[in-house]
């Protein structure tokens, strides 16, 4: 009875303050949570290794006093949708702990170790706000990773009382210079809000207000422009957008249609929710949005769940397993199209067109420089012999053939040594290629996919430009010369070695966090947070995330164009029966279902035959006619309806 003990001490110190009405609902709000409530909190917090801090400083409060009311929500049929439990999984709430993050850090320091009080304090304000911003406030300049991992209210990461303190004047600051209420404003969605027991038991005032919905808060941390340095640790003068979401969300249809990051990233209900179980006829409010807090990486999620004793972290095996359920949701379903098109094929090369359209409502990768996307696509002949492979990768799935320092965009890619990377790459004042954040003066290549709608026009522009040979494809995010598909097509020439005979092409799109690669030199650097985070990394799962794929089957189509022209095939549509004509060239005719299985085959013996009858199919679909002659072959498209 802990909990309820506490409360009505805290109420008894407020008596004078209170209404009598206010009071005996207090005193029957006791009653119900002993008798049910408690059973519940008990049920939902026993099986944590670590409860989150029930903890103040003198601005922000711990997660743990926003657990004791906000994490028993549930929709209109029941399933938890409990705030704290969503939150505690994700990336947010464990961006003081996560050991790549520290690991970073540490290892710019030790790069430029003359300024290692101002990169611990400037990398510190987005992944520990609660204590960086405590001493910023109390007059204090720099705040290091040593304070944030001996504070427990900084290891609580990004937490409630961070985000929904962010003031509406703070709407614009970016790189992590916002500003929080320093009265205990506590900002939300809904009007009216009921804040008697907030104000109560944790001194916060609730208020409305609708800029905790608006991208821009987002944009507080998730944009990113730093100062670089020279290779001495010399400032340049200049500035390098590490990050940049939210703008290139401004650059999308996105933007201009009222989707924003609220709308993917906390996803909305319309269920009547009661957001508090305190007090207990609390009316319920709609919409609720669900703090998922979905993105991209399933890697880090999945290395977290794994050391979860080791980094202290609050959430248990079953929430990250949610957590990581959403997060290959949102990469698989709302992230990617993939189409393959075959537009020749000649008897020595296959042409294929790889189309991949960008669904999200900013470049594809977005955010941290260490992800990128890339297309595996490969060709097995009738044999079963593989013929072509581009973006195969080694048993920790290092692209086996990645030119180095890095690969170019390319627009035609005709051997299997060539491969489609879309990653934003950094280089230093020389212009030599980078992973040292505060050394990255100029971008060598981005050809991340940007959003549908996105120009090289718009006011926002210079913070999310296209950098490289993508900028002069002209089937990179263009549509007959117009911007704003959101799309690139990547042709492919495969040799085919003389084979007729069928060809099928698999194409893969996967998503990587990091890769060896980009640890390298990081990891040639030895200290207690990158010798911790490498021997995790060691033990973790670095398969990359398939985001799509696709398959496609070629059939031969070689006849010399005379005769092309000479060959007809009606009536198409037809209701079964077709006829060929001019088939006196011809050796054999077969028909093939769309599967590639052959249903009908045709020797023509005699050579004065002008035209044959075939009876295809009843069954309705795609058909192909494939008719032989010295070797060669002629595919037609029939439709059965």
């Known amino acids: ?58 601005y922000f409060a711990g997660a743990g006093t926003c657990l004791m009311c906000h994490n028993s929500q549930v929709d209109e049929q029941g399933n938890s949708i409990a705030i704290l439990n969503d939150w505690r999984s994700t990336m947010m709430a464990n961006a003081a702990r996560d050991p790549f993050w ?15 009080d101002e990169i611990e304090t400037v990398c510190i304000r987005c992944h520990a706000p609660m204590g960086s911003l405590e001493v910023f406030y109390n007059g204090e300049e720099h705040y290091s990773l040593d304070q944030m991992n001996a504070d427990p209210l900084a290891m609580d990461g990004v937490s409630c009382s961070v985000c929904h303190q962010i003031t509406p004047e703070s709407m614009g600051n970016s790189s992590g210079n916002f500003l929080t209420s320093q009265n205990k404003t506590i900002y939300g969605p809904y009007p009216n809000p009921f804040g008697g027991p907030m104000v109560n038991h944790t001194g916060y005032n609730p208020v409305y207000s609708e800029h905790i919905k608006d991208s821009r808060l987002c944009a507080s941390c998730h944009t990113l422009i730093t100062n670089p340095l020279d290779l001495d640790g010399v400032p340049t003068g200049g500035e390098f957008v590490e990050q940049s979401p939210y703008q290139e969300w401004e650059n999308s249809i996105y933007h201009e249609q009222g989707t924003s990051c609220y709308s993917c990233h906390v996803p909305e209900i319309e269920d009547v929710v009661k957001i508090s179980s305190m007090p207990p006829n609390l009316t319920g409010k709609t919409p609720f949005g669900k703090h998922h807090f979905a993105g991209a ?92 492979h581009s973006g195969k990768t080694d048993g920790d799935f290092n692209l086996i053939n990645e030119d180095i320092p ?24 020389n212009g030599d290629y980078t992973t040292v954040l505060e050394r990255s003066v100029i971008q060598l290549k981005d050809n991340r996919i940007p959003p549908v709608g996105f ?38 020439n495969i040799p085919t070695e003389e084979n007729t005979g069928n060809i099928t092409i698999y194409a893969n799109v996967f998503y990587q966090t990091v890769t060896n690669k980009w640890l390298e030199d990081m990891f040639s650097y030895s200290s207690d947070k990158i010798d911790a985070f490498r021997e995790m990394y060691n033990e973790a799962d670095k398969s990359p995330v398939l985001l799509k794929s696709n398959t496609l089957t070629s059939i031969y189509a070689g006849l010399p164009n005379e005769n092309k022209n000479i060959v007809s095939i009606y009536p198409n549509p037809s209701k079964g029966n077709i006829t060929v004509t001019d088939v006196s060239n011809m050796s054999l005719v077969q028909v093939f279902s769309v599967d590639g299985k052959i249903i009908r085959n045709l020797n023509i013996d005699n050579p004065n035959t002008k035209s044959v009858n075939i009876f295809v199919s009843n069954k309705k679909g795609l058909y192909y006619v494939v008719l032989h002659s010295n070797n060669q072959k002629l595919v037609k498209k029939i439709i059965i309806h």
């Open 297 to 388: 990486n399933v890697f880090m999620l999945k290395l977290l769940k794994n050391n979860i004793d080791d980094l202290g972290i609050t959430a248990d095996a079953i929430h990250f397993d949610s957590s990581i359920s959403r997060t290959y949701e949102n990469l698989q379903l709302n992230t990617l199209g993939l189409s393959i098109v075959e537009n020749d094929r000649s008897l020595d090369t296959l042409f294929l067109a790889v189309e991949l359209g960008n669904l999200a409502g900013h470049k594809l990768p977005t955010a941290y420089p260490s992800r990128r996307v890339f297309i595996e696509l490969f060709a097995i002949n009738n044999v079963g012999d593989t013929i072509f």
């Open 102 to 116: 520290q690991a970073k850090v540490s290892h710019e320091t030790l790069v430029n170790p003359q300024l290692k």
């Open 1 to 58: 009875m802990l909990f309820v003990i506490t409360c009505n001490k805290l109420y008894i110190c407020h008596m004078k303050k209170i209404s009598l009405f206010l009071f005996l609902g207090i005193i029957f709000s006791s009653v119900l949570l002993s008798q049910n409530f408690h059973k519940q909190w008990n049920n939902q917090i026993s099986s944590f290794a670590i409860d989150p801090p029930d903890l103040y400083n003198d």
């Open 406 to 429: 890095y690969e170019t965009h390319h627009n035609i890619i005709n051997n299997s040594e060539q491969v489609q990377i879309y990653e934003l790459v950094m280089g230093d004042v």
């Open 455 to 492: 120009t090289t026009t718009h006011f926002s522009y210079d913070t999310t430009e296209i950098v490289g040979n993508a900028l002069a494809d002209v089937d990179f995010n263009k549509t007959n010369g117009v911007e704003g598909s959101g799309m690139d097509k990547v042709h492919f």
